[in-house]
Structures are given as C-alpha cells and as structure tokens.
C-alpha cells in the first residue's frame, strides 16, 4: 500500500516520465493515448458561457446544464449562475420502477462601486433538492437574501459584512429565520523578510428551530532567508455547527413531531509548520510537522437514550501528529528523493448530556477508542541518458517504499489490535532504440503481512504477495502507420496462514492481459483507429503449504474497436464498429467448462464541431447485447454535449 511519504518521489517520477514521453513524440513514435482526441475549449472574455449535455449509458439517464452570466447596467456589476443536474435510473426486471435525483442551485449577485474602497453587494440564492432514491430519499428546498460591504482601506486588507434572511425546507419541516456574515482578511502584511498572512470570519444563520454556525481564524508566517531557506509557520481555530431535521423515531418520542432537530458541531485546533533548505542548485530538503486536535459532537433536541440503536448524544475527540523529512538530489541526468513519514493519531469517544451516566453507552462508546501509528520510509530513483540533442535515450526508474502500521484498542472487549509491515518495489526501464522505436520494461512486486494481536481474530490473519510484469512498445513505419502494444503479467496470492483445512480461505488471482492499438493515416484528413485490448483472469483457492490451486472461476473479456476518423479545422468526425466479448468458467475438478458468453455489439460514432465561441460534441454506441448467442436487449447509449459564450 503506498502513503503520503512517497508523494515526493512519486512526483519527480512522473516528471521524469513526461520528460522520456516527450523525447519518445519528438522521434515521432505514438504514446499510449492516442486513442483520445484533444477537446476545444470555447471559453473567451465573453460576458457568459453555458454548459449543456445528455448522456443515456445503459438505463441510467443525465442531464446536466451550467449557465453564467455577467453584465454591466450603468454603475451595477450584475452576474448570475444556474446549475442543474438530473439523474435517473430504470431498473431491469421490475416493472415501473424508478430513481430520480433533482438538484438545481441558482445564483444571482450585483455588486456597486462606492468609492474610497467601499462595495456595495446583493447576493441571491436558490436551492432545490429532490431525491426519490430509497436509501436516501429526502426533498429539500432553501432561499436566501443577503447585502453588505465590503472595504478595502489599503491593499492587503479586505472587511466584509453581509446580513440578509433566509428560509428553508428539509423532510417536511420549515425552518427560516436571519443570517449575518463578517469577514477580515490581510494578504502579504511585510516588514523586511518577514510576511504575514491572516484571515477571520464569523457566519450564523439563526433559523427556528435551528442555529448554523462558523467562526474561524488563520495566521500564517513566512521568513525567507535569501534563497537557502524559507521557514513557514501557520495555525488557525475553526468551529463548524450544523443544525438539520433528521426522521430518527424511537420508542421514547411523542407522536407529537415527525422529525427532530441534530447538531453536529466539529471544532479544529491545528498548526502546521515547515522548513525547506536549499544548497546549491542540486540538493534541497523540507521537513514537516502538523499538529492537530479536533472535537466532533452529535447531539439532538429530543435526547433520545436508544442505547441498542446508538441513538444518543456523544462527543469524539481526535489527537494528530504528523511529521515529515523529505531530500531531493537533482542534476541533469539523476534524480534521487528520499521521504520518512510519522503520524500518530489518539481517538476517543463518550456520551455526553443525558447520557453521559448511563453505563451501557458509557461502554459502547469505550469500545470505539483507538490509537495508530504509521511510519514510512520512501526512495525514489530515476537516472537518464541523453544524446547530444539532448533527447532522452534511456530513463531508469527505481521506486521503493517500507511501511509500518499499529493498531491498538484500550478497551479490554474490543480484540481488533493488529500489526501490519508492507514493502514495495517497482523498477521501470525505457529505452528509445530509435526515432521509430521505444520500449518499456517494469516489474513491480509488493508484499504485506497483517497480523492481529489476540487470538480471538488470529484467524483473521493474512499475508499478501503481489507479482506484476509488464512490457510494451511504440513504434512506427513513416508517417503513415503508428502502433503502441503492452502486454501484462499479474500475480495476487492471499494467504491466512491460520485458517483450518476445512475451511479454506486463502486464494490467488492471476492475469494476463494484452493491449494493442494503430493508427493508420490514409491522407492528411483521414485516418484509422484500431484497438484490441483481452484480459485473461482467474481466481483459484489457495493452500499455501503446497503452493497448490483449486479454480473456482475464470473470464476471458475481448475489447475491439475500429473507427474511420475525419479532422479538419472545425470538425472531428468518426465511424465504427466496437464489440465486447466476455466468455465466464467454471471448473469441474482442473477442468474448465464454458456457464455462460455474453457479447455486445455495435456501431459507435463521434462528432464534435466547434467555430469561435461554440462547440458541439456527441458520441454514441448502438449496443446490442446478447447472452448465448440471444440477444436479449437493445441499448442506444448516447452522450450530447452544447458549449457556447457570448
């Protein structure tokens, strides 16, 4: 499992295969994504934009619109946004039913200049919400009006206030009362070296019978010591409380209501302070800390003390250390990155209010607490030869990563302790043999081992092997003919190693997998797209002790597609064929027979046309499906796309 320590190397590492892809289009060879098209982008200086489109994939249908607008009416800046999206989705074997998910923002503002740095802002919101999902069913609406100033008394400082009224509507209840926002912000304060940044606001929404709330403040401080060292401190206090109906019902509650009134509040506490360290131009280091202490509360008005359905109030709080040493060597041909990562986090959890006393949630609540700690180390290697065009000619890549996680539980009921230690290696070779031909090697392996402490879940157990290989090439023959082909090798084996004879759980998963696509360029308009992509796969009971296998299922999946494409100027335009073919086996002692084949087929087409200010884009596949040779359904998906200024 890779972390956050190995986002340093992981950085130079893309950066290196950039540089390598780069050098490989340059000797004209194709890349691996040839198969898309680069997309226009109509945006402009234009007053507004829109964002229209449709897409029916299988059953499931979208809808989707975004719409601005911004106008100058004498002294008013006024502008506007509306967005909309719908989803629905028809399920297959029950007649007439159906989901629907609604949900359209509207957003309007005008803004006037008063001079000396005062602002004069009217803001005006709308919201709906309706979802007929069963999990999630709910049907929500909210307005608000809001003015106020802003004022900006010098440059890097900004105050803002706002108050206005608002009214909402949530599981049948409404609620709508006043709101107030103040707002301070100081951008870049300098004194010689030294800069300070600082920001603070407070938000209330007071709308009966709740109460929204959001304070919070930042400072950050920056000290640059010419350009060997830059130190940077910061922190900041932030508390979040959040009202809103929820349907909960027990057996304690009076038919009186039909919803009742959550809080949730959660309060941060954190500062997070770096240094980065620079000598020469080829060696730097930074290193991290962040310390972090957070307080999350559930409470609710009608105090319910449903023990057996958690139904009562209780208070996390959550203890965060993280600490991070990082070093980067770069020259032009190596590059060497370095990482050691360490986080500690200490959760708690307890009721509180009225059922802080209460002996069984005192218990259930104790047997939530917990402590972790990870530690990681990370390398990262890529070393490069170059010609005298300075055109990369081989890049070496070298990835590796040890990590350590524990698990403690204080509570003497809860037997979830574990101990985990995981390595990684990947090791990556490309080579551009000529401006016609590269090639790439990488071989990657893992392996973990997760242990849990107490016996209870001995049996829970596992260790993890993880084998891949995989090779591929691009190439070309003129301008005429460019082709890219990998192949791949992938090996997963699970083992419990405490498992019983009788009941076997370990298990192993293997691939081979092959991808190959050409392009073939009959003029300078013209040209032909090829793919072919399978993926053999297997999944097999494992007993480890004598590496041997039981199959228990296996797939055989085939992806085709050929497309004519047309490019001018203003249009892209394709027509083809796609089918998927999947073949699914069981096995009857080593033997494999064929349960069941399932192939869709179709004609694709793809058009996107764009001038100026306007673009139009829409794909589709007619798919046909059948199941044994019948076919059993007919699916036009299909995806519009309009986007236009002015």
């Not at 919201?127 to 809001?146: E, I, K, Q, T």
């Not at 260790?463 to 090779?471: D, G, K, V, Y």
């Not at 392009?519 to 992509?533: A, G, H, N, P």
Request: charged letters at 20%; aromatic letters at 12%.
């Amino acid at each position: 499992m890779i972390t956050g320590s190995l986002a340093l190397v992981c950085v130079l590492s893309l950066h290196a295969r950039a540089q390598f892809s780069d050098s490989l289009s340059k000797g004209n060879v194709s890349l691996p994504d040839s198969q898309r098209v680069e997309e226009h982008y109509t945006s402009s200086g234009a007053n507004g934009f829109a964002d229209l489109s449709f897409e029916r994939f299988l059953t499931t249908y979208f809808w989707r619109a975004k719409i601005t607008h911004s106008q100058r009416f004498a002294d008013w800046q006024i502008s506007a946004s509306e967005n909309f999206t719908s989803n629905l989705a028809e399920f297959l074997g029950t007649i007439g039913e159906k989901a629907a998910r609604d949900e359209n923002q509207f957003q309007a503002e005008a803004r006037k200049d008063l001079g000396r740095g005062w602002e004069l802002k009217l803001q005006l919101t709308n919201f709906a919400l309706s979802d007929s999902r069963s999990l999630f069913r709910n049907d929500a609406l909210a307005n608000s009006l809001v003015t106020g100033v802003s004022y900006t008394p010098s440059m890097g400082l900004l105050l803002n206030a706002m108050l206005g009224a608002k009214a909402e509507q949530q599981l049948g209840q409404p609620s709508s009362g006043w709101t107030y926002a103040l707002a301070g912000a100081l951008d870049s304060l300098r004194f010689g070296n030294f800069l300070a940044t600082a920001s603070a606001k407070v938000n209330e929404e007071f709308l009966s019978p709740r109460h929204n709330q959001v304070l919070a403040s930042t400072l950050s401080l920056r000290q640059n010591y010419g350009q060997a060292a830059t130190v940077f401190l910061s922190g900041g206090l932030e508390r979040v409380q959040r009202d809103f109906f929820s349907n909960i019902f027990t057996a304690n509650a009076t038919e009186s209501f039909t919803a009742t009134v959550e809080r949730r509040t959660d309060q941060n506490l954190y500062t997070l302070d770096s240094l980065a360290y620079r000598i020469g131009e080829t060696l730097y280091g930074v290193a991290r800390v962040e310390l972090r202490y957070r307080t999350v509360t559930r409470e609710n008005s009608q105090q319910f003390l449903d023990v057996t359905r958690n139904l009562y109030d209780n208070e996390i709080t959550q203890q965060r250390l993280l600490a991070q040493l990082g070093a980067v060597y770069q020259n032009a041909s190596l590059n060497l990155a370095l990482s050691l990562l360490y986080q500690q986090q200490l959760e708690r959890y307890r009721p509180i209010n009225a059922s802080q006393n209460l002996a069984e949630a005192v218990r259930i609540e104790r047997l939530r607490d917990n402590a972790w700690e990870v530690a990681s180390i990370a390398l990262g290697l890529q070393w490069r030869i170059k010609d005298r065009d300075e055109q990369t000619l081989n890049l070496l890549s070298v990835q590796y990563q040890m990590r350590g996680f524990r698990f403690d539980t204080p509570s003497p009921d809860n037997n979830d302790d574990r101990d985990e230690v995981s390595y990684f290696l990947a090791v990556s070779d490309s080579v551009r043999i000529s401006e016609f031909l590269g090639v790439n090697l990488t071989v990657s392996g893992a392996i973990s081992q997760n242990v849990f402490i107490f016996r209870q879940q001995s049996a829970n157990s596992t260790n993890n092997f993880i084998l891949r290989l995989s090779p591929s090439a691009a190439w070309k023959i003129g301008e005429g003919f460019r082709n890219y082909a990998e192949f791949g090798v992938l090996a997963n084996y699970t083992v419990y190693p405490f498992e019983s004879a009788l009941q076997v759980r370990s298990f192993s998963f293997r691939q081979f997998s092959m991808t190959d696509s050409a392009e073939v360029f009959l003029s300078k308009r013209f040209f032909i797209k090829f793919l072919y992509d399978q993926r053999i796969y297997e999944r097999a009971e494992l007993f480890w002790g004598e590496f041997a296998e039981r199959p228990l299922n296996a797939f055989n999946d085939r992806l085709a597609l050929a497309e004519l494409w047309l490019t001018t100027e203003t249009l892209t335009a394709a027509l083809g064929v796609k089918l998927f073919w999947r073949q699914q086996f069981g096995f009857l002692g080593a033997e494999s027979l064929l349960q069941q084949q399932v192939l869709y087929i179709g004609p694709t087409a793809r058009v996107q046309y764009h001038i100026d200010y306007a673009e139009l884009e829409t794909s589709g596949w007619y798919q046909i499906e059948q199941i044994n040779g019948t076919v059993q359904r007919i699916i036009p998906n299909l995806t519009i796309a309009v986007r236009f200024s002015w």
